[in-house]
Every structure is written in C-alpha cells, then in structure tokens.
Nanobody, 115 residues
Framework: MCSCRPSGGGLVQTGGSLRPSCATS????????MGWYRQTEGKQREFVAR???????NSADSVKGRVTISRDNAQNTMYLQLNSLKPEDTAVYFC?????????WGKGTQVTVSS
C-alpha cells in the first residue's frame, strides 16, 4: 500500500513558475514509476510527465521544455517544476505511483495561471 500526498499548487501569472511536490508513504525507490496527470473540468485526465525507477523521464508534448520532473530519494518526494506557465496549464494536478501492478493516486493540487 502506498499513499501520495501532493502539495505546492497555487495561483501564478502567465510566465510564472510553480513546483508541486508529491510525498510518498513508502520508499520512493521501491516504486516502478511516479508521475503527474492533470485534469480540467469536463475533460479527461491528461498525462503530464513521469519518472521511471531507472531515472528515465517522459513528458507530454504540451509541456516539453517547460517542465522538469525529479525525485529526492532521501525525502521520498517527487517534484514537478513548472516554468513559463500558460493559462492553458490551469488544472488540478494529480500525482501517482505505480508499484507492481497497483497504481496509487494522490488527491490533486490546483494550479491556476492567470492571464
């Protein structure tokens, strides 16, 4: 069993930055994958970025070049550095963890970008 606890969302102006984080209840190195999705009202959840246990990273084309995903193994925490934010990045951001065949989701943290 694993729980994910996101934090670090907020309100910024266009061009600003935020750094949501996601703390896990288990050792982060025991997780196969950690990542982020985002969702706006009335739309499906959209993949943002993920980091795999070997350190490899994938990100969506919509955020490529503006997003950095990283993890702190000692703190069991994953970070999503969001730069050059746009109004279309406004969404609830959900972190998740894949451990074996089980996926664990955090509650979500709101990111709002004003124009």
């Amino acid at each position: 069993m694993c729980s994910c606890r996101p934090s670090g969302g907020g309100l910024v102006q266009t061009g600003g930055s935020l750094r949501p984080s996601c703390a896990t209840s288990v050792s982060i190195i025991s997780l196969n994958i950690m990542g982020w999705y985002r969702q706006t009202e009335g739309k499906q959840r959209e993949f943002v970025a993920r980091i795999i246990s070997d350190g490899s990273i994938n990100s969506a084309d919509s955020v490529k070049g503006r997003v950095t995903i990283s993890r702190d193994n000692a703190q069991n925490t994953m970070y999503l550095q969001l730069n050059s934010l746009k109004p279309e990045d406004t969404a609830v951001y959900f972190c998740y963890a894949l451990k074996g065949v089980s996926t664990y989701w955090g509650k979500g943290t709101q990111v709002t970008v004003s124009s």
